[in-house]
Antibody
């Protein structure tokens, strides 16, 4: 089974860029079989999808975050990363990375098969 | 409308059957598969149901998913104390062009 682990700074100042890395073990991010994703959960609120990444360069981002988000991969380290720019206190959340399974080719058949344990990132001065 | 609506809470006694609903629209549940996740306090969500009614390996068959029109349901029979958790539905929304999560249902085993 694929295992995922988030890492990165847990405290970020407003207006700066949040950066997190997900290290994958038990599977390769460059296998071409899967997409990879970031999801977040603000304290006491519902989960929110941030975006998908595929090693072929295809990506898909939440329209509400698209202007501030970049998800990219490092195949040599078997990691993928999240960068969220111009953060505010509203971006304080537990950030999860996940492996995406799929039944078909359309996004409507995707699901989050495996999750990292999550990383609480606080935006505060 | 691009929103998934779940009841905020549900409860039942051990051994009983409970159903959790997820209401959407033609742009999301009506045209795409639905997935369900279980989240225990302080932990990451765990996949329970994918492709509307498929169980991943290791998920017991007392847990099932279904869909009718623009609504989906998660059913748990033979309720156990370890089923006490938050449950989330999710699907793709063609209008939003993104993934939607329901607000979550907190299941209490009385």
């Amino acid at each position: 089974q694929v295992q995922l682990q988030e890492s990165g700074p847990r405290l970020v100042k407003p207006s700066e860029t949040l950066s997190l890395t997900c290290t994958v073990s038990g599977g390769s991010i460059s296998s071409g079989s899967y997409y990879w994703s970031w999801i977040r959960q603000p304290p006491g609120k519902r989960l929110e999808w941030i975006g998908y990444m595929h090693d072929n360069g295809n990506g898909k981002y939440n329209p509400s975050l698209k202007s501030r988000v970049t998800i990219s991969g490092d195949t040599f380290k078997n990691q993928f990363s999240l960068k969220l720019s111009s953060v505010t206190t509203a971006d304080t959340a537990v950030y999860f990375c996940a492996r995406v399974g799929r039944v078909g080719l359309s996004y409507g058949t995707f699901y989050f098969a495996d999750w990292g344990q999550g990383a609480l990132v606080t935006v505060s001065s | 409308q691009s929103v998934l609506t779940q009841p905020p809470s549900a409860s039942a006694t051990p051994g009983q059957r409970v159903t959790i609903s997820c209401s959407g629209s033609s742009s999301n549940i009506g045209g795409n598969t639905v997935n369900w996740y279980q989240q225990l306090p302080g932990t990451a969500p765990k996949l329970l149901i994918y492709n509307t009614n498929q169980r991943p390996s290791g998920v017991p068959d007392r847990i099932s998913g279904s869909k009718s029109g623009t609504s989906a349901s998660l059913a748990i029979s033979g309720l156990q104390s370890e089923d006490e958790a938050d449950y989330y539905c999710t699907t793709w929304d063609d209008s939003l062009n993104g993934v939607l999560f329901g607000g979550g249902t907190k299941l209490t085993v009385l």
